[in-house]
């Protein structure tokens, strides 16, 4: 396998573009390989295929759904192999029907067939992270709000599913325990009171946004008048969040979350609450189906 500093350019270029580190993406992708390969080699191809045999391999999209993650699945064959050469066929965001190509790549045959698993497992799963999101996304419009993520992600996993959910039309909520507060029930518990807990975060981190979770209109009250500006409803009725909604007459953000399914989406929204947080975009995502089609490359090609 090639190191971050022998990938191509181009290949960084795409990487970086997502917004997730290349550091990060290399890292997923060194210890997925390195898991595949269990520090052994590929057998099965070693024994089939010449180590000079090249071929082409075409990442087709075998279901209906938006993309995401082309650049990674580019990165793993690179890493993999660096000679190999990607052609897109397809961009991330793009809503492709089944049977679309969505990447060519050329190179060597055992590179591209040890890429290949890690790449279709990255792929499905950013682009059914972000086909559930675009559903999101259309079940939503004609209201304000916006479908957006938590922090029930896969370990590792996080930069590149948040990504997937822009990708998707959704937007981000915080991507760490650091670069925002958000107080839970457990906190309110540990503080002794929900109004306590927001004054004791916003004491200690007073530059941080600052979002308090309620289970009651009444909780409600009680930040709105401490100076909260993001509110999570938790497990409100939509009846309860459109009077949430009236009792908080634009002095705050309001978030929805808890139960909710894509059948109630837009019942929930059109009570003005301005986001809903959605925790299985992430944690239970059914994966898009790709699939890998190897076929002769244009070079010469040499048999066993």
Not at 54 to 65: E, K, L, N, P, Y
Not at 185 to 194: K, L, M, S, W, Y
Not at 270 to 282: M, N, P, S
Request: charged residues 20%.
């Amino acid at each position: 396998m090639t190191t971050t500093a022998q990938l191509g350019a181009d290949v960084q270029q795409r990487v970086r573009a997502t917004g997730v580190s290349l550091s990060r993406v290399e890292r997923v992708i060194r210890d997925a390989v390195a898991e595949d390969l269990d520090g052994g080699v590929d057998v099965t191809s070693i024994a089939t295929v010449s180590d000079r045999h090249r071929s082409t391999m075409d990442i087709v999209a075998r279901g209906t759904g938006t993309v995401c993650g082309l650049a990674f699945a580019e990165a793993v064959f690179a890493i993999c192999d660096p000679s190999t050469v990607a052609v897109y066929h397809a961009h991330d965001g793009d809503a492709v029907p089944a049977g679309t190509v969505l990447l060519s790549v050329t190179g060597s045959t055992r590179g591209l067939l040890l890429a290949e698993r890690t790449a279709l497992n990255l792929l499905g799963h950013l682009s059914g992270i972000a086909t559930a999101t675009a559903q999101w996304v259309t079940a939503l419009e004609g209201t304000s709000a916006k479908v957006r993520d938590t922090r029930k992600t896969l370990p590792n996993l996080r930069a590149m599913q948040k990504y997937a959910v822009r990708c998707g039309g959704g937007v981000n909520h915080r991507l760490s325990l650091s670069d925002a507060a958000l107080i839970k029930d457990n906190h309110v518990e540990a503080a002794g009171g929900v109004g306590a807990a927001f004054d004791l975060v916003r004491k200690r981190a007073p530059e941080l946004p600052l979002e308090v979770e309620v289970d009651s209109l009444e909780q409600l009250r009680e930040v709105l008048d401490h100076g909260a500006q993001l509110v999570l409803l938790d497990n409100f009725t939509t009846e309860q969040m459109r009077e949430a909604v009236a009792i908080t007459a634009g002095r705050a953000t309001l978030e929805a979350s808890g139960g909710l399914t894509l059948d109630t989406a837009r019942e929930v929204g059109q009570t003005g609450v301005d986001y809903i947080a959605v925790g299985a975009l992430t944690h239970s995502v059914r994966a898009l189906d790709v699939a890998a089609d190897l076929r002769a490359a244009d070079e010469t090609q040499e048999e066993i």
